[in-house]
């Protein structure tokens, strides 16, 4: 059944080969073992139960949270010849009546339901009486109680579908879900340990960033000015944060729209729809909006304020990117971020077991936003995916790792104060007495006295509090948990009063776009066909293609259906459907542009060979750029036809011309510290002397790599 599932894979959706963990997936589900993935956003999670849905006898009914998710994927569906339908509440009673007796008549294939449903004993017994061939249940973190966006009518849907016996398969499908969520979900679904299939949540197109003492309106404006053309979400805290927002870009004449709980349903709805019919270019929105957002070209997600957790922060960041392009998640945040996260805890109704996770889970992300680390592998350590690289290369913390300032001493005078404050308080009165405020309850409590007292006078509260989020962030500073933590040492901070330990501290970056490897005009006609197609036909323009496969199109220029199908998305039911339409435009183009080179586009298969060159820049600095935006060094030596040390000897002569790197992708600091030190030992520096006296682990890759930073070669 595998061989005929591929062939849906090509045929329809138009890919080569499954990305990793479908495969896994779909054959479980083939073989109806109950199944959990849990895939990145964008990882092609509804694949994995589509293609079982359209090769199992019977409906698929499909349990998904929100309503613009449900229509986004019957949408994609139907555009693709296969009958597929949604019953939620923005249908009319004679609507649903309609499509429940064309249920009854068997006459759709995937059938997309809320939650809520299933409390009708009605409709449990209509679904008693179909021929069922899975049950797949989307965003399955809902299903948790200790999952970040848990919802008690998604929970209690699962006894009465245990009750029903026509059931033959369940799958449940998430892209965030920690170890404990991951435990609830088997036991609620049964699924035994070896069918939780989980690829990791490292999204390796996305670079996220950290904006801190920037005045938020005028960061937003200016971000969008440089990127009016994408499409973007931008995230506030509060309704009050979205519609100021709203009200002050669309006076300075940006294309906007906005999306929150206070809204009325139609204005809502007219909001989503500009935004998926790319008639709008940003949504500013709360947390209402965007779990189920099924559009692909979203190229940057901004967080006007910090999240409660960095769940939610990573799903609602996720919603960038779902093509496979590189895109940006950026959070702007600020002190007060903390006191609004810690307001509304208060405020909800939880026990006070409940409010003491929040407050937990609050605490990573302050300290997310705290550390000088790299910001993909904090997020991933947090899903205790460890298996990612210490560095991704792509993010804030990383671009600038070459730019960084010894902090030992400061760090050892804040952790002498905590002592001498006897671990009782937390950060905000540690940094006044570090400042030496007069405070009175600096008096009250004596810590005037104390020889820690003023020992950091030269610096502001605001830099001092900055500091110690900093070393909590890097595990060197513990807290108790609460609404106000207090702060206690550990064993990271005994190595850095015992100078065993340097402290570092790094600086960030705010990113800009990289210039295009893909002709931008040539994609420009194309999207504007794609929108025209869309609107004539009443769906997403994304549906048709993604902004991925209207990129491939504008690099490699087909001029011919053969050519079209090697494309990725683009199958033989696109090509029918769309193929003659975009050739159309591509070859007109290449008319009015008879000098632009084709570029050879080399397949998976395929041998390597030389590239053409395009571009008059030297040939190392096409490496670099490659390089820089996210290429591997083996990936750069396929597409180019060169060997991997040709690759790297561009990388690092575009260092010794000036461009900057992030280091951190080669080699730890502890790992340049060993390389430096036996260095210094040997009379001739080579690579093979230096290899055989250092440990196993040591490529003459990072031992290059060190040399190169460091000028010794």
Not at 124 to 151: M, N, T, Y
Not at 306 to 333: K, N, V, W
Not at 383 to 412: I, L, P, W, Y
Not at 466 to 490: D, M, Q, S
Request: charged content about 25%; overall charge neutral; hydrophobic content about 35%.
């Amino acid at each position: 059944m595998i061989a005929e599932a591929e062939k849906i894979l090509q045929t329809y959706y138009g890919f080569p080969a499954f990305r990793p963990g479908q495969k896994e997936t779909i054959s479980n589900i083939l073989e109806l073992k109950n199944t959990l993935a849990v895939m990145p956003t964008g990882g092609g999670k509804s694949i994995c139960y589509q293609i079982p849905g359209l090769t199992l006898d019977g409906v698929a009914i499909i349990i998904s949270p929100l309503i613009s998710l449900m229509k986004d994927q019957v949408d994609a569906l139907n555009s693709l010849g296969i009958a597929a339908t949604y019953i939620n509440s923005s249908l009319t009673t004679g609507e649903q009546q309609q499509r429940i007796q064309d249920i009854q008549a068997n006459r759709y294939k995937f059938v997309y339901v809320a939650p809520e449903r299933f409390e009708s004993s009605y409709f449990v017994q209509l679904v008693k009486r179909l021929p069922i061939a899975l049950v797949a249940f989307d965003e399955a973190h809902c299903i948790s109680q200790w999952g970040h966006d848990f919802r008690p009518s998604y929970r209690s849907i699962v006894p009465n579908l245990k009750a029903l016996s026509n059931i033959p398969v369940y799958v449940a499908l998430t892209a965030t879900a920690t170890e404990e969520v991951i435990t609830d979900i088997q036991n609620l679904l049964h699924v035994d340990h070896e069918h939780v299939i989980n690829t990791g949540f490292e999204r390796d197109n996305l670079a996220f960033h950290i904006v801190k003492g920037k005045d938020k309106q005028s960061y937003v404006r200016s971000f969008l000015a440089e990127r009016k053309n994408e499409s973007g979400i931008i995230y506030t805290a509060t309704r009050k944060q979205a519609d100021t927002l709203f009200d002050q870009l669309t006076a300075k004449g940006y294309s906007v729209a906005k999306y929150h709980a206070g809204l009325s349903e139609d204005e809502r709805k007219k909001a989503q729809a500009a935004f998926i019919q790319d008639e709008i270019q940003v949504m500013i929105a709360t947390n209402a909006f965007g779990m189920g957002i099924d559009k692909s070209n979203v190229r940057y997600v901004i967080h006007y304020a910090m999240p409660m957790t960095i769940e939610s922060y990573y799903q609602e960041a996720g919603r960038a990117g779902r093509d496979g392009e590189p895109s940006d998640c950026i959070l702007l945040f600020s002190p007060q971020d903390i006191q609004l996260q810690k307001f509304l805890i208060e405020q909800s109704l939880m026990d006070d077991e409940a409010k003491r996770a929040e407050y937990r889970k609050l605490q990573a992300m302050i300290n997310y936003c705290h550390t000088h680390s790299c910001l993909t592998s904090f997020i991933l350590e947090y899903f205790n995916d460890t298996h990612g690289k210490k560095s991704c290369g792509r993010c804030s913390n990383c671009v600038n790792r070459t730019d960084r300032t010894d902090m030992t001493k400061e760090a050892q005078m804040i952790l002498s104060c905590v002592k001498r404050m006897g671990e009782r308080f937390g950060v905000s009165m540690t940094a006044k007495v570090l400042k030496g405020s007069r405070d009175k309850k600096i008096k009250d409590f004596k810590l005037h006295l104390i020889s820690t007292y003023g020992i950091l006078s030269n610096y502001t509260e605001k830099a001092l509090t900055e500091w110690i989020h900093f070393l909590i962030a890097e595990k060197l500073l513990a807290t108790e948990e609460g609404r106000y933590p207090t702060l206690r040492l550990n064993q990271g901070s005994v190595d850095v009063l015992m100078g065993k330990q340097t402290v570092w501290m790094y600086s960030t970056v705010i990113p800009t776009s990289e210039s295009a490897d893909y002709r931008e005009d040539l994609f420009e006609e194309l999207r504007q066909l794609r929108k025209q197609i869309a609107d004539e036909q009443s769906v997403p323009p994304y549906v048709l293609f993604s902004d991925a496969t209207l990129k491939e199109l504008s690099r490699y220029f087909p001029d011919s259906k053969d050519d079209m199908l090697t494309i990725k998305g683009i199958g033989e039911k696109k090509y029918e459907q769309y193929g003659e339409a975009f050739l159309a435009v591509i070859q007109a183009w290449r008319e009015r542009n008879p000098d632009v080179k084709t570029k050879v586009r080399i397949a998976d298969s395929a041998p390597a060979q030389p590239k053409p060159k395009t571009t008059d820049e030297p040939s190392y600095l096409i490496s670099y750029q490659m390089f820089q935006r996210g290429k591997s060094i083996k990936d750069i030596s396929v597409i180019r036809g060169m060997s991997q040390q040709t690759i790297e000897g561009h990388i690092f002569k575009a260092t010794k011309q000036g461009y900057p790197i992030a280091w951190g992708i080669f080699f730890t600091d502890e790992e340049e510290r060993n390389v430096l030190e036996i260095r210094n030992e040997i009379d001739e520096p080579k690579l093979k002397p230096l290899k055989d006296m250092l440990p196993e682990g040591y490529s003459y890759t990072k031992i290059k790599a060190v040399l190169v930073k460091n000028e010794y070669m």
